[in-house]
T-cell receptor, first 114, second 112 residues
Framework: NAGVTQTPKFQVLKTGQSMTLQCAQD?????MSWYRQDPGMGLRLIHY???????DQGEVPNGYNVSRSTTEDFPLRLLSAAPSQTSVYFC?????????????FGPGTRLTVL | SQQGEEDPQALSIQEGENATMNCSYK?????LQWYRQNSGRGLVHLIL?????REKHSGRLRVTLDTSKKSSSLLITASRAADTASYFC????????????FGKGITLSVRP
């Protein structure tokens, strides 16, 4: 049981480049989400999904796209990278609902945009 | 905007002492959760307390919830150097469709 996995661990991009951050979970969780963590800002929700084929925006969605074609995978796409997107990105998953919705986090992707 | 606000922002204690961290929030919630983050790692869930619970224990952790004051506290007893980490409270607001809202975190340093 690998839990939540993220790739890559580190990435450097130039302004304007695009890339996809991968996230996968093997716990059959309905809910998956992407956060970014910046110094002094805590975690901010980018996009989330409550099941395959369903996605919605979080607090800071601009510049990012997501899709959820399977229960296991939830990739995050940066369309045209900007220096403001330099951050640490975390993917998380949980059961959907209000009873057992503690989130399991991946190890993070540290992204630098030059 | 962040619903959970932790205080203090930073806490430094001696090994063996107790650490108390507080979290306040603004709207009604289904539950409140505490997470720990070691440097350079992802967050790890510690404990969840539901809105109809007032206190919960897990090992050396004790969490209280006061919904009338919209506040929670996390107590770590007999702290160890290994407890050095950042701690976050996260609220599950009513009607938020499983979206947790995280605070900015508390940095705890436990001196050996």
């Amino acid at each position: 049981n690998a839990g939540v996995t993220q790739t890559p661990k580190f990435q450097v991009l130039k302004t304007g480049q695009s890339m996809t951050l991968q996230c996968a979970q093997d716990m059959n969780h309905e809910y998956m989400s992407w956060y970014r963590q910046d110094p002094g800002m805590g975690l901010r929700l980018i996009h989330y999904s409550v099941g395959a084929g369903i996605t919605d925006q979080g607090e800071v969605p601009n510049g990012y796209n997501v899709s959820r074609s399977t229960t296991e995978d939830f990739p995050l796409r940066l369309l045209s990278a900007a220096p403001s997107q330099t951050s640490v990105y975390f993917c998380a998953s949980s059961y959907h609902g209000t009873v057992y919705n503690e989130q399991f986090f991946g190890p993070g992707t540290r992204l630098t945009v030059l | 905007s962040q619903q959970g606000e932790e205080d203090p922002q930073a806490l430094s204690i001696q090994e063996g002492e107790n650490a108390t961290m507080n979290c306040s929030y603004k709207t009604s919630i289904n539950n409140l959760q505490w997470y720990r983050q070691n440097s350079g790692r992802g967050l790890v869930h510690l404990i969840l307390i539901r809105s109809n619970e007032r206190e919960k224990h897990s090992g050396r952790l004790r969490v209280t919830l006061d919904t009338s004051k919209k506040s929670s506290s996390l107590l770590i007893t007999a702290s160890r150097a290994a407890d050095t980490a950042s701690y976050f409270c996260a609220t599950d607001p009513t009607g938020a469709n499983s979206k947790l809202t995280f605070g900015k975190g508390i940095t705890l340093s436990v001196r050996p």
